[in-house]
C-alpha cells in the first residue's frame, strides 16, 4: 500500500480575485489613476500571501490555480509599473507646462 496521504486538490484561495483586480487594475487608469495603483497593489499583496500558501503545502493545491497566480501577479506588476510611469509623466507635464512660469515664454 502507498503510505502518501491522499490529498484532495483544491485551487488556491484568492486566485481568480487576483486576476480580476489586476486586470482592473489595467483598466483602472483609463478611469482614473488612483484606482489602477489599489488595485494592482492589494493584487500584489494578495499574491504574495497566496504563493506562502501554496509554498507551504504545494500537493494541497492545483498547479492550474497557481498558473492563475502567477498570471495575476504578473500583470498586477505590469499595471503598477504603468501606473507609475502615467504618474511621472503627469508630474512633468505639471512642471513643464501647468504650472505658470514652468518653462519660460
Known sequence: MNSE????QK???YSVLILVLSIMSIFGYF????????????ALILSMKATNAYKINPNL?????????KA???IA????IIAGCITFFMLAYMLLY????????
Open 5 to 8: 496521504p491522499i490529498y484532495i
Open 11 to 13: 485551487p488556491l484561495r
Open 31 to 42: 478611469v482614473y489613476i488612483l484606482p489602477g495603483f489599489v488595485f494592482s497593489i492589494v
Open 61 to 69: 493545491y492545483k498547479s492550474s490555480s497557481f498558473s492563475i497566480l
Open 72 to 74: 495575476g501577479r504578473i
Open 77 to 80: 506588476a505590469i499595471g503598477l
Open 98 to 105: 501647468a504650472i505658470p512660469g514652468g518653462i519660460k515664454d
